[in-house]
């Protein structure tokens, strides 16, 4: 008998602006289901990211027909193999950097991808904004373009998802719920990160619009879980990955006091994908849509799910998490996920089902963990 997306395994282990910006409104409404075994090639941006590569293997998973493109500026690791290994023969590895829009227009005239999931980012590292800031606007925004017109010159796209994320939302400003915040902003984004993406969702939605092709845009917010590992391209690890090394080794996880009360609305990277598929077969279906769990999640709440050994330390300790409490919306908020409900008839599980799906995961990974 298959089990409920809510049912939870017990797991034990072993050991600002002024003014806030406008976002354009949908351009159309009505959805209707495709299913996915519909596109014969479905190519992925970003394809050895975490997410990304969770989302290409539920894919496979769910489908039995298409093939999948993997664009990546870097080669797949050998956890990324591992993860595609089943699905070997239904998939193929490109190595592109979407800065580079001639041999984006090569190889999208080669491979002829009927619909696309465009997730290359530039992570958010806040150094990075001093010592190498430039491909946080190049990759998320003139990066998109170059996909995008790329894809119209090949001819064979049918269905765009733009992956975006919560970070446009940026700090707190005028008009910023307290609540829940939903799709429509305000948006105060106040580093390169939430400016690329920000910028980046406002060229793809004029994109689809010139052309009329048919784009879902997602928000995603703070993804955990599978496949999230320190790599070329990803040196922060959220909240949870930290909570999780804990469990695995009985590695104490310095924590400042503050950070107790300090919340976040994390959501685990299958949910994120499901919901990516969703707006995948859902034609017609525009958004913008917010993934996220929806709630406020405090840190303790975290700790009492994950229960890892943690030693409270003061503000200016060195710390492996350390979390400012009084920043409780904008993108350190909670985001409404009913528009995508409605639409898509995507929700996510319980956070308890999440986090031990995680853990499980985790136990099996434990090499995942090792960072010190």
Request: proline share 8%; hydrophobic share 40%.
């Given at each position: 008998?298959?089990?409920?997306r ?8 072993a050991?600002?602006?002024t003014?806030p ?6 351009l159309?409404?009505?959805t209707w289901?495709m ?5 014969r ?8 990211g975490f ?23 870097f ?13 070997r023969?239904r998939?193929?590895?490109h ?7 001639a041999a ?5 005239a ?6 696309l ?5 530039y ?20 990066g998109?373009?170059?996909v995008?017109?790329a894809?119209r010159?090949?001819?064979?796209v049918?269905?765009?998802v ?7 939302y940026g700090?707190?400003g005028?008009g ?8 429509d902003g305000?948006?105060y ?13 406002l ?10 092709i ?8 703070k993804?955990f879980?599978?496949?999230?590992r320190?790599?070329?391209a ?11 090394a804990?469990?695995i080794?009985?590695r ?12 976040g ?6 949910d ?18 917010n993934?996220?769990?929806g709630?406020?999640i405090?840190?303790s ?5 994950m229960p890892?050994p ?6 200016g ?18 985001f409404s996920n009913?528009?995508?409900g409605?639409a898509?008839g995507?929700?996510p599980?319980?956070l ?7 853990l ?6 434990p ?6």
């Amino acid at each position: 008998m298959r089990r409920d997306r809510n049912d939870v395994k017990d797991f034990h282990p072993a050991g600002a602006p002024t003014r806030p910006a406008q976002m354009p409104r949908p351009l159309t409404t009505g959805t209707w289901t495709m299913p996915l075994s519909d596109y014969r090639t479905v190519a992925v941006t970003g394809s050895n990211g975490f997410v990304m590569s969770v989302l290409i293997q539920r894919l496979l998973q769910q489908s039995d027909g298409p093939r999948v493109l993997c664009l990546d500026i870097f080669p797949p690791d050998e956890m990324a193999m591992k993860l595609f290994a089943p699905f070997r023969e239904r998939l193929s590895f490109h190595t592109a950097d979407v800065r580079d829009p001639a041999a984006l227009k090569a190889l999208f005239a080669e491979l002829k991808p009927e619909a696309l999931v465009h997730g290359a980012s530039y992570t958010h590292v806040p150094a990075w904004e001093f010592t190498a800031p430039h491909p946080f606007i190049d990759v998320s925004v003139s990066g998109t373009l170059n996909v995008y017109e790329a894809l119209r010159a090949a001819g064979s796209v049918r269905k765009i998802v733009h992956v975006g994320s919560i970070a446009s939302y940026g700090r707190p400003g005028p008009g910023t719920p307290e609540g829940l915040q939903d799709e429509d902003g305000p948006f105060y984004p106040d580093d390169y990160y939430s400016i690329g993406k920000y910028a980046g969702e406002l060229v793809a939605r004029r994109f689809a619009e010139l052309h009329r092709i048919d784009l879902s845009v997602v928000r995603y917010s703070k993804v955990f879980g599978p496949m999230e590992r320190p790599t070329g391209a990803r040196k922060t690890m959220h909240v949870p990955f930290h909570l999780a090394a804990g469990v695995i080794h009985g590695r104490p996880v310095r924590v400042t006091r503050r950070t107790r009360e300090a919340v976040g609305d994390w959501i685990n990277v299958e949910d994120a994908a499901d919901a990516t598929l969703a707006a995948l077969g859902g034609a017609g279906a525009p958004g913008p849509y917010n993934v996220s769990t929806g709630r406020k999640i405090s840190v303790s709440e975290l700790i009492t799910l994950m229960p890892a050994p943690v030693v409270w330390v003061d503000q200016g300790e060195e710390a492996d998490i350390d979390m400012d409490p009084t920043l409780r919306s904008g993108h350190y908020g909670a985001f409404s996920n009913e528009r995508i409900g409605r639409a898509l008839g995507w929700k996510p599980r319980q956070l308890a089902c999440q986090v031990a799906g995680y853990l499980e995961w985790a136990a099996q990974n434990p090499a995942v963990f090792d960072l010190r």
